[in-house]
C-alpha cells in the first residue's frame, strides 16, 4: 500500500503547519515537476498552469485545493425559475441558506483570515448570491483589492451572461482567468420557459425575447472570453422535460465557441426554498438520469461532473463548507497576510500529488489491460487527499467512480444528509436514506464500516468494505475490478 507522506489530519483542516514543514524538510517536494506530472497529454502547459490548482476546473485538483465564495454582488439583472432572491443563487449555491453579504472591505478581510487559516486555499470566487457582472463595481474593487494582498490566489467569476460582454476587457485587464457562465439553453422558446424576465439597458423585456437577448449575450460573452485566452466553464442547469434533451445542442454551441469545460448540474426544486419551479411542482432529476446525460454528452465539450453546487459564501475544499467558521462577527478587526500556512501545504502536496498521479496512472492502465467488458460503479468516502480516508458512518457524500474499459474515471458524488453514525450510534433511518442516496452503486468504499451497516448494504445489494482504508482511491478501485473480473492483480495495483 502506498503510505500517505503526511498524516490524514495534515492534508484536512485545520492543517498542523509545523508538522506539513517538518515533512516537507524531511523529503518534501524538490522537484519543479511536482504537481504538474498530472498534465493531460492533450493540454497545453500554459492552460495546464491554470488549471492545475483549480478545484473546479481540474478534477485532480479538487482532491488538495479549496476554494472561497464572498457574496459580495447580491444584485441581479434576470429572473430563472429555480431562483428565489430571498436564498442564494442557485447557479452556484445550494438554495434555502442565506447569505451573509459582504462590502469589498469586508470581503478582503474575510480572505485573508481564511488565506491564513486554510492552507488549501487556491481560488476566490464571486458566485452569487447575485450577478457578479451586473453589480460589477463591487466585483471589481474586491478582486482588484485581494488580488494586490494575495497575488497567488486565482480569481473566478460566475455569471448569467447577460452583462458579460461589457466587463470582458476589464476581466483580462484584472487577471482573471477563470469565468462561468450558466447556460440553461440556446433556443429562445426553451428559454422562455426558464428565465420569465430580464433587465438589459434599461428596459425589462418578458417571454421569448428576454430569452433571446440572454441567449445572444450569452454567446458573444463566450466568444469575447475565448479570444482573450481566459478560461470559460458552462454550468447548465438539468431541469427535466424543458431542457434535458436540449442540453445536448448547449453542448454542441458551447463548445464551438471554445468553452473550456461544461457543467451540468441538477435542477434543485424545494417547495420550502419557494422558487417558481418550487411552488409549481417542477421535479429535478434523479442521479441516475443525471449521469444518464452526462454519459450521452462524452465526446462533447469536457465534462466537469464533481460539483458540489456551492453556497454563495462557502470556504474549503469542494463538499465541505467551513463557512460558518468565518462568519463576520468571528473575524478580526485587522489582519495581516501571512503566506507560510500556505506555502509550507503547497510543497508538500506537491509530493503527495506526485505520488497519487503516479498511483493513478498506473491503476487505470492495469484497469483497462483487464480483458472485462463490465462497468463497476463504486462509491467512496473520502475527506480529501485522494485517499479513502473517512468512516462509513461519518461520510457527508459519496464520491463515485466508475471502472470499465476506458478506465477508472469520476463520475459523480451523492450527497448525505444525515450521517449514518451522528453522536456516536447508528441510525436505521439514516441508513435507509444513504442506501437511497447510493442507487445504482456496487461497492462503497471506505476507512471503517461495522458489521451492521455492512449486513443491511449487503441485503440492499450494495457491498461494503473497508479493506482499501487508506489507500489512493484509484489503486483501491483498480484492485478491486482486478479480483471481481478473476484476472490477476499486477504490481501496479497490488
Ligand atoms: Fe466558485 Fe464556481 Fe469559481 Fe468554482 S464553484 S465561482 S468555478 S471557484 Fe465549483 Fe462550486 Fe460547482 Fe461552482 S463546485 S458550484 S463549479
Ligand atoms: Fe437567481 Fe442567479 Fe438566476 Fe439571478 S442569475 S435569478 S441570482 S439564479
Request: glycine share 8%; hydrophobic share 40%.
Amino acid at each position: 500500500m502506498n503510505q500517505p507522506m503526511i498524516s490524514l489530519e495534515s492534508l484536512l483542516q485545520p492543517v498542523d503547519v509545523q508538522a506539513l514543514e517538518k515533512t516537507a524538510a524531511s523529503g518534501g517536494c524538490s522537484s519543479s515537476s511536482c504537481g504538474s506530472s498530472a498534465k493531460p497529454d492533450d493540454m497545453d502547459a500554459a492552460t495546464w498552469e491554470k488549471i492545475k490548482d483549480h478545484p473546479c476546473y481540474s478534477e485532480e485538483a479538487h482532491h488538495y485545493f479549496a476554494r472561497m465564495h464572498v457574496a459580495v454582488a447580491p444584485a441581479c439583472n434576470i429572473q430563472c425559475n429555480y431562483c428565489n432572491r430571498k436564498y442564494d443563487c442557485a447557479n452556484e449555491s445550494r438554495p434555502g441558506v442565506v447569505s451573509e453579504k459582504l462590502t469589498p472591505d469586508q470581503a478582503m478581510r474575510k480572505v485573508i483570515t481564511v488565506a491564513n487559516e486554510v492552507p488549501q486555499l487556491s481560488v476566490l470566487g464571486i458566485a452569487g448570491p447575485g450577478d457578479a457582472c451586473y453589480d460589477w463595481k463591487k466585483t471589481k474593487a474586491t478582486f482588484e483589492a485581494i488580488s494586490k494582498e494575495i497575488p497567488d490566489i486565482k480569481l473566478c467569476i460566475s455569471t448569467n451572461g447577460l452583462a458579460l460582454p461589457d466587463h470582458v476587457d476589464e476581466l483580462a485587464e484584472m487577471n482573471v482567468d477563470h469565468v462561468t457562465i450558466t447556460i440553461n439553453m440556446v433556443d429562445p422558446e426553451i428559454g422562455a420557459k426558464i428565465y420569465p424576465w430580464i433587465y438589459y439597458n434599461k428596459r425589462r423585456y418578458e417571454g421569448i425575447e428576454a430569452a433571446r437577448i440572454l441567449h445572444e449575450r450569452q454567446m458573444l460573452g463566450l466568444e469575447m472570453l475565448t479570444a482573450r485566452g481566459i478560461l470559460t466553464k458552462i454550468n447548465s442547469v438539468l431541469i427535466p422535460g424543458v431542457n434535458d434533451e436540449h442540453l445536448l445542442e448547449v453542448n454542441k454551441w458551447v463548445k464551438e465557441r471554445g468553452a473550456f469545460l461544461h457543467n451540468v448540474m441538477p435542477l434543485i426544486s424545494d417547495p420550502a426554498h419557494g422558487t417558481h419551479y418550487g411552488l409549481t411542482g417542477q421535479r429535478g432529476p434523479t442521479a441516475m438520469e443525471l449521469k444518464k446525460l452526462q454519459d450521452e454528452l462524452e465526446g462533447g465539450a469536457k465534462l466537469m461532473r464533481h460539483c458540489r453546487q456551492c453556497r454563495a459564501d462557502a470556504v474549503g475544499l469542494l463538499g465541505e463548507d467551513r463557512g460558518q467558521e468565518f462568519t463576520l462577527d468571528q473575524l478580526p478587526e485587522t489582519v495581516t497576510y501571512d503566506a507560510s500556512k500556505r506555502e509550507a501545504y503547497r510543497e508538500v502536496v506537491a509530493k503527495e500529488r506526485g505520488d497519487h498521479v503516479e498511483a493513478k496512472h498506473a491503476a487505470v492502465a492495469a484497469v483497462k489491460d483487464v480483458a472485462a467488458e463490465a462497468k463497476l460503479l463504486v462509491a467512496v468516502a473520502t475527506k480529501g487527499g485522494g485517499r479513502i480516508n473517512e468512516h462509513f458512518g461519518h461520510a457527508k457524500e459519496f464520491q463515485v467512480y466508475e471502472a470499465g474499459p476506458k478506465g477508472i474515471g469520476f463520475v459523480g458524488h451523492r450527497k448525505v444528509e444525515t450521517q449514518y453514525c451522528e453522536g456516536g450510534w447508528g441510525e436505521d433511518a439514516s441508513l435507509d436514506a444513504v442506501i437511497a442516496a447510493l442507487e445504482g452503486v456496487e461497492v462503497v468504499l471506505c476507512a471503517k464500516i461495522g458489521d451492521c451497516p455492512k449486513d443491511m448494504l449487503t441485503a440492499a445489494g450494495i457491498r461494503a468494505t473497508d479493506d482499501y482504508g487508506f489507500e489512493y482511491i484509484e489503486t483501491a478501485i483498480g484492485a478491486l475490478y482486478a479480483a471481481e473480473y478473476g484476472v490477476e492483480v499486477t504490481a501496479a495495483v497490488a
